[in-house]
């Protein structure tokens, strides 16, 4: 069983940048395809970033690309969650999650993912 700690959130200015890291337990995390998710008050969890278990695939969310990168380190355990040019609209609290299937495509839905971190706020004011 996985667990996974998130980090690096906090109060920024609106265009400004922060990363977020994501520690995993465990010596099976290059197998897991792992994603962020995020949700703001009174909204609903909505996909951000996924990476696959190499590293060498992404997939993004149209309201975060060009502007977040997703990445991992599997000799760390950890993946990350680059935000740039950041608006109001992206504070929430933002989770990451593992997908501990052997294979299969990169997913979007919340449902396909085994493990959750208790989330990292991330606020920005304009």
């Known amino acids: 069983q996985a667990q996974l700690v998130e980090s690096g959130g906090g109060l920024v200015q609106a265009g400004g940048s922060l990363r977020l890291s994501c520690a995993a337990s465990?010596?099976?995390?290059?197998?897991?395809?792992m994603a962020w998710f995020r949700q703001a008050s009174g909204k609903e969890r909505e996909f951000v970033a996924a990476i696959g278990r190499s590293g060498g695939s992404t997939f993004y969310a149209d309201s975060v690309k060009g502007r977040f990168t997703i990445s991992r380190d599997n000799a760390k355990n950890t993946v990350y969650l680059q935000m740039n040019s950041l608006k109001p609209e992206d504070t929430a609290v933002y989770s990451c999650?593992?997908?501990?299937?052997?294979?299969?495509?990169?997913?979007?839905?919340?449902?396909?993912?085994?493990?959750w971190g208790q989330g990292t706020q991330v606020t920005v004011s304009s």
């Open positions: 465990g010596r099976t995390f290059s197998s897991y395809a």
């Open positions: 999650a593992a997908d501990i299937r052997p294979y299969g495509p990169l997913l979007r839905h919340s449902v396909g993912y085994d493990y």
